[in-house]
């Protein structure tokens, strides 16, 4: 028992009080009756009885209302009105409230913590949009002044700067728009339309769409798989051709002149695991954890040239979590990297 206890101060506050009424009733009593001495003897004793009684329930009672405020922040319920706390001794309760504030600090220190984290993400995502749509609306902006300042009434460069504002403003929308696929996918108000289809033909179909792209770089597109031998996936066909469309260009954009880009699929009993990798440029290890973000870049002036949103493989993640699926990556620079995301195998 802890020498600071309840019991231990109710027992010192006890025997105070019985040596005080030796101290007072036995001369009393030898100077009034000499022959009853012994009568203080059992009235101290309970006198000694009561007041260690009175002093335990008081005191606990002081301390329990010292712990109730930290007891109901903890626990959120009133401990002095619980019936436990009869049979509960003060320093299980004392014991009890400190491994509970350690576990509640922790927990608090934790929730800062991604508090912290999620600051510094809004913060660094608002940056982000801001500077993603900086450059198009001052390009806007500079060739609106310039067809004003004459160049409108000028043949060569009224039709040329159009078509650049034009380019400019595409890149707005199509940033709103990935944003807003973003946003839906991750409320959950973007529903996923489920269906059986064969994975075959919708990788021909990118490949077709991105034919012109790939020539123009003199990348090889190649399906590491039998054409012939079909391959049903349960899943959104429309979603999922957006995410492997997505690989694929970004495989493009960073591949090298005359390099490769192959999309191979291995089936296990429950799951067909699609794989995009290329021989381009690569990615060092650190950049790897960071590349699935919103706007994330790692070389910025090399990626803006190449365009797109920034969103492109934030997307492609949000659409397989929708599926239940998850997405990985490994790279080596200079030598290319590797896309893997697995879809869910029809039950035919």
């Known amino acids: 028992m802890n020498p600071n206890s309840p019991r231990k101060i109710s027992w010192f506050i006890a025997g105070m009080v019985s040596l005080a009424g030796w101290l007072i009733f036995i001369p009393v009593c030898l100077f009034l009756h000499p022959g009853y001495w012994w009568i203080p003897i059992p009235a101290c004793i309970l006198i000694s009885g009561l007041t260690y009684l009175f002093s335990l329930f008081y005191i606990n009672r002081y301390i329990f209302k010292r712990f109730n405020p930290i007891y109901r922040t903890l626990f959120g319920i009133d401990y002095l009105k619980t019936g436990t706390r009869k049979s509960r001794d003060i320093n299980a309760l004392m014991a009890e409230v400190s491994r509970e504030m350690e576990k509640w600090g922790r927990e608090k220190s934790e929730e800062i913590d991604q508090l912290k984290q999620s600051e510094k993400y809004r913060k660094d995502f608002l940056g982000n949009v801001s500077h993603e749509l900086k450059t198009p609306i001052f390009n806007i902006q500079g060739y609106i002044l310039t067809l004003l300042d004459g160049g409108l009434e000028d043949p060569s460069v009224n039709h040329l700067y159009l078509k650049r504002s034009e380019r400019s403003i595409n890149r707005m929308i199509n940033i709103v728009e990935d944003l807003e696929s973003i946003s839906r996918l991750e409320s959950g108000e973007l529903k996923m339309e489920l269906k059986d289809f064969n994975l075959i033909p919708l990788i021909q179909e990118v490949f077709e769409l991105q034919e012109m792209i790939a020539r123009q770089k003199a990348i090889r597109l190649i399906m590491d798989y039998p054409s012939s031998k079909p391959v049903h996936v349960y899943a959104d066909r429309k979603r999922i051709m957006e995410a492997l469309n997505n690989l694929v260009v970004n495989s493009i954009k960073y591949g090298k002149k005359k390099g490769r880009t192959i999309i191979s699929l291995t089936e296990t009993e429950d799951l067909v695991y699609v794989?995009?990798?290329?021989?381009?440029?690569?990615?060092?290890?650190?950049?790897?954890?960071?590349?699935?973000?919103?706007?994330?870049?790692?070389?910025?002036?090399?990626?803006?040239?190449?365009?797109?949103?920034?969103?492109?493989?934030?997307?492609?993640k949000h659409i397989l979590e929708a599926h239940n699926q998850k997405i990985t990556v490994r790279s080596v620079p200079d030598e290319g990297s590797t896309f893997t995301f697995s879809l869910k195998k029809s039950v035919r």
């Open 275 to 316: 794989q995009v990798s290329d021989n381009g440029l690569g990615m060092e290890e650190k950049e790897l954890p960071r590349i699935f973000e919103r706007f994330y870049r790692i070389d910025k002036s090399r990626s803006r040239d190449q365009g797109g949103t920034g969103l492109g493989l934030s997307i492609v």
